[in-house]
């Protein structure tokens, strides 16, 4: 995710309900309110000394080495490092890509979707987790894909809840899941728009697509303290990484460097 050389044109990107919620209002990601508060920083685990185990594609050491370039490049969360450590990417990508499976790239997992880069996946996790307890309480993923974000997440969240509208995803996630044992990971079939409310309130919300504006329906079943993460449009053509954290008084939002994400859609298919 390259840094832009200039950040995004302002865009009110937020819905018309959002704009005027009761009790708070909303506060411009260039405002000096959006980054007032700074937390203390979340509760590290222990980096993990173990000694790599496995061989081949199975060796620990060969996620160690992934998540060392990682730091290099800024990951600087040694909870979202050691939840990347647990989980053996080359299990969610297609066989005859297993070979690129540690490497920094997106690759394609079918029905035109692609699994994010580690770099993506590690940027959205140490947002979610930055100034917060981990683990987390229960949150929900818009957009399980192949289940492997869902995966790292069941590591820094007590629950996951994960939405998928293609069933042919849906699925597979399924099935990449099943031997891994993750109880806390629950993955749903369903229209990622309407979030899952049953779940609700959440304590993060982390999205893999992304729409015009944020929907209302992820605003209100968002539980104060908790925070959100999503792509979002701010400006023709152009998407941007965008944090909305819920307080007391109401949200707070900062819109930070351009990414590119799959469109946000909305129903099941």
Not at 3 to 12: G, N
Not at 154 to 178: F, P, Q, T
Not at 252 to 265: A, G, H, I, N, Q
Request: with cysteine.
């Amino acid at each position: 995710m390259a840094e832009a050389p200039k950040p995004p044109p302002e865009k009110k990107w937020l819905s018309a309900s959002f704009r005027q919620q009761p009790g708070g209002q909303r506060i411009p990601a260039s405002s000096p309110a959006a980054t007032r508060a700074q937390e203390p920083q979340a509760k590290l685990y222990a980096q993990g000394g173990a000694a790599p185990t496995g061989t081949g594609l199975d060796s620990s050491r060969i996620r160690s080495n992934m998540v060392q370039r990682l730091i290099a490049q800024g990951l600087d969360s040694e909870v979202v490092q050691n939840a990347m450590r647990q989980v053996e990417r080359h299990r969610f990508v297609d066989s005859a890509l297993v070979n690129q499976a540690y490497e920094d790239t997106s690759l394609p997992i079918g029905l035109g979707q692609t699994i994010s880069k580690p770099s993506v996946v590690a940027r959205m996790l140490s947002l979610l987790c930055e100034g917060r307890e981990v683990p987390l309480g229960r949150v929900l993923e818009i957009g399980t894909g192949c289940g492997y974000q869902a995966t790292v997440m069941s590591y820094l969240a007590k629950e996951v809840y994960s939405i998928e509208r293609l069933k042919g995803l849906h699925d597979k996630a399924r099935a990449n899941l099943r031997p891994l044992h993750r109880a806390n990971v629950h993955l749903l079939f369903s229209d990622g728009l309407l979030a899952f409310e049953k779940g609700a309130p959440y304590a993060g919300i982390v999205s893999a697509a992304g729409g015009d504006n944020i929907p209302q329906a992820w605003l209100d079943q968002l539980a104060v303290g908790g925070r959100l993460i999503a792509p979002c449009q701010t400006g023709p053509g152009q998407q941007s990484l965008v944090v909305v954290d819920r307080t007391d008084q109401g949200f707070v939002s900062r819109t930070l460097e351009p990414v590119l994400f799959v469109p946000l859609k909305s129903g099941t298919a």
